[in-house]
């Protein structure tokens, strides 16, 4: 069983920065991508960013890119997303993600609330 914890988070200004940060703990051995999903109020999850075991992005989503980069730590089992220039669109509870294998599972973590305001 895998666990994720986040930090990071909070208020910040149009065109400020803020960077997001999940370790995860248990059997970190099974996980194969990490990565950020967000959900605005009222709207569905989307996609942020994944990255893989071998530190190459295999997803971003379209408005994010050249703004955030996601990474992935030496131990393999934290990930980061630097968010920079953020807008107003870019509130949202932002989770930390995994997937892995044995057996097949996507999990999310509590989420942390990302404010953009003025």
């Known amino acids: 069983q895998v666990h994720l914890m986040e930090s990071g988070g909070g208020l910040v200004q149009p065109g400020g920065s803020l960077r997001l940060s999940c370790a995860a703990s248990?059997?970190?051995?099974?996980?194969?991508?990490m990565g950020w999903y967000r959900q605005r109020l009222g709207e569905q999850r989307e996609l942020v960013a994944i990255?893989?075991?071998?530190?190459?992005?295999?997803h971003e989503e379209d408005s994010v890119k050249g703004r955030f980069s996601i990474s992935r730590g030496d131990a393999e089992n934290t990930v980061t997303l630097q968010m920079n220039n953020l807008r107003l669109e870019d509130t949202a509870v932002y989770y930390c993600?995994?997937?892995?294998?044995?057996?097949?599972?996507?999990?999310w973590g509590q989420g942390t609330q990302v404010t953009v305001s003025s």
């Open positions: 990255i893989n075991r071998d530190g190459q992005v295999t």
């Open positions: 248990g059997n970190i051995a099974s996980i194969v991508d």
């Open positions: 993600y995994a997937a892995g294998l044995y057996p097949e599972y996507d999990i």
